[in-house]
């Protein structure tokens, strides 16, 4: 069973830039699609972004061209880096695993949330304007 732990959240000014980490402990990680979501306070939670098996990454249009997805299979880490950040991005960042193995996946299953079964506990981002 893989566990996640997100890490690297913080206080940051509008404008500025942080990365998230997610590491994982158990088997297959690397077989699945991973994501990144966020929830605000009072709002549903999310999804950001996510990359498949191929290394193939889907992005929510607020994040485009801003945040960048990736992840290290053989450290067993994903990352997410986040530049340009407004008081928008302000949330509790989760990392998530889906049980689909596909070496391609479509938007559709990647960007929803009831693709995702393994969630992390999550690390708070506040972005100051």
């Known amino acids: 069973q893989v566990q996640l732990v997100e890490s690297g959240g913080g206080l940051v000014q509008a404008g500025g830039s942080l990365t998230l980490s997610c590491a994982a402990s158990g088997r297959t990680f690397g077989e699945n699609v991973m994501g990144w979501f966020h929830q605000a306070l009072g709002k549903d939670r999310e999804v950001v972004a996510a990359?498949?098996?191929?290394?193939?990454?889907d992005y929510t249009d607020s994040v485009k061209g801003r945040f960048t997805i990736s992840r290290d299979i053989a450290k067993k880490m994903m990352s997410l880096q986040m530049n340009s950040l407004t008081s928008d991005d302000t949330a509790v960042y989760y990392c998530?695993?889906?049980?689909?193995?596909?070496?391609?996946?479509?938007?559709?299953?990647?960007?929803?949330?009831?693709?995702?079964?393994?969630w992390g506990q999550g690390t708070q981002v506040t972005v100051s304007s």
């Open positions: 998530a695993k889906t049980p689909s193995t596909a070496f391609f996946a479509t938007r559709d299953y990647v960007m929803s949330q009831k693709s995702y079964d393994t």
């Open positions: 990359i498949e098996r191929s290394g193939g990454t």
